[in-house]
């Protein structure tokens, strides 16, 4: 079965890095350019009428921005790529769940790896809704067409990925779900989880380290976002030796 054919359309107000990244992308069969814009106002009025796959953009742009752009559609319909020569905003694109962020000058292998995400993104689209059915010490989840009994105590943690999760098992082992973060927060015992960042629910009892910024679980650093520090720190507050 030939794969879908992926709509995008390309955001950047400096037209020869918009003309390099259609041509990198013109590169991939899959991928359909639907349109361009060289600025954020006039894809945000695009995108409010119109449904893509996959939105490619840059940051630094007059009037809405790129981060103001997927603020605005948050949780985003689509997945959100960003291109940028700004290093500086990637924690603040993963905020928003951003698929990848890509800096400029973007070499044709790192958008291919790029693509490789995107389809596995797409693919897990293909499944379909997965369902999660909470029980006291456990969740269900759909893979395949059977419901998979993952235990509270098995989880290490939870990923935002674009509007799934990956819920991980072990250092390589993850289960994927049509869910988004805040119902999973919602869902998970507050005894036992906690959410240091938008992107990741933790399990207090995994946590191996905490730092400033960041906690170590199953030898993994995950960042803590600013907004979730004091959360943390009640960690360490209600836990730590007197």
């Not at 990198?24 to 695009?46: C, K, P, V, Y």
């Not at 098992?169 to 999973?184: A, E, F, G, P």
């Amino acid at each position: 079965m030939p794969n879908k054919i992926l709509r995008c359309i390309l955001i950047d107000d400096e037209p020869l890095a918009l003309e390099v990244l259609k041509s990198h992308l013109g590169q991939h069969s899959n991928l359909e350019i639907i349109e361009t814009f060289s600025n954020g106002r006039d894809a945000l009025d695009w995108l409010t009428a119109n449904a893509v796959d996959v939105v490619f953009t840059d940051i630094n742009m007059p009037g809405i921005s790129g981060l103001d752009l997927v603020k605005n559609q948050y949780p985003a319909p689509h997945a959100v790529i960003f291109t940028t020569a700004h290093p500086n905003y990637a924690a603040d694109a993963f905020e928003f769940e951003a698929l990848d962020y890509l800096l400029k000058p973007i070499s044709p292998e790192r958008l291919d790896r790029a693509i490789k995400r995107l389809e596995e993104y797409q693919q897990m689209k293909k499944v379909g809704d997965e369902e999660v059915s909470l029980k006291p010490d456990f969740v269900f989840v759909k893979v395949d067409g059977q419901h998979q009994k993952v235990n509270y105590n098995d989880i290490l943690y939870v990923e935002a990925f674009a509007d799934y999760v990956k819920i991980w098992t072990s250092s390589d082992k993850r289960i994927v779900t049509l869910q988004t973060m805040r119902n999973m927060e919602q869902s998970l015992p507050s005894d036992q989880f906690v959410r240091i960042h938008r992107s990741y629910i933790v399990s207090k009892s995994k946590i191996e380290t905490i730092q400033n910024n960041a906690v170590l679980i199953a030898g993994k650093q995950l960042p803590v976002g600013k907004n979730y520090k004091d959360l943390v720190q009640e960690i360490v507050n209600s836990t730590k030796l007197r």
